[in-house]
């Protein structure tokens, strides 16, 4: 009876293996697209044996893969940042078989990862107590208002036409004012009327006596 079964699994294991040997070879050919947009070439495809999962052939940089394979062997395309696709060579295609691969672009959306710079519960504590809170808004307006800020503005910023403007009228008027301190009017001075007078009177008295000479 073990005999039998022996030469019954041999017997089956040698019929599959010549179903498979039969299988003609196929030239398989074609390029690989964005499935989002066929003007997209996808390069670097790996193309897998389902099967096996041993790689048969990486396509080129633009997308472009060709070699032999068998009918109805079933191939997956993968590659990074696409949905993985599988093509199955059909039957009786006459010795080739080119086909365009449409691959559909995949987003994975990883998990949130938050990064604290502290190592420990105890440093937060101690950086969150010694933390100082930023001003509010009325903080800030009145800061911006104050005297000292106003101060420095005022000595940082260009004076406008108005601002230069009262700046030389103030600064004639201050010359006028002075000047006229520095040299004072003589028709103000009695001192100076008196020496006037002298003048005019010395100035009689030498010609009344050039007349008497005369």
């Known amino acids: 009876m073990k005999h039998i079964i022996g030469i019954l699994f041999l017997f089956i294991s040698v019929t599959a293996f010549a179903q498979k040997q039969e299988k003609p070879l196929v030239q398989f050919t074609g390029i690989v697209h964005n499935a989002d947009s066929s003007l997209v070439i996808v390069p670097y495809v790996n193309i897998t044996y389902t099967n096996s999962q041993k790689t048969a052939y990486v396509t080129n940089y633009e997308g472009y893969f060709s070699f032999v394979a068998h009918e109805q062997d079933t191939l997956r395309f993968t590659c990074v940042g696409y949905a993985p696709t599988t093509v199955v060579i059909p039957a009786n295609v006459n010795k080739s078989y080119t086909i365009q691969v449409n691959l559909k672009p995949q987003i994975i959306n990883l998990p949130t990862f938050h990064v604290f710079p502290w190592a420990t519960t105890d440093e937060f504590k101690k950086d969150f107590v010694a933390m100082k809170v930023a001003d509010d808004d009325l903080e800030i307006a009145k800061k911006n208002?104050?005297?000292?800020?106003?101060?420095?503005?005022?000595?940082?910023?260009?004076?406008?036409?108005?601002?230069?403007?009262?700046a030389n009228y103030q600064g004639l008027n201050s010359s006028i004012m002075n000047s006229h301190s520095i040299t004072p009017n003589p028709l103000l001075n009695p001192l100076a009327w008196g020496s006037f007078i002298n003048q005019i009177t010395q100035g009689d008295k030498s010609r009344q006596s050039n007349g008497d000479t005369n």
């Open 145 to 166: 208002v104050s005297k000292s800020t106003l101060t420095a503005l005022i000595s940082t910023l260009a004076r406008d036409g108005q601002e230069i403007g009262d």
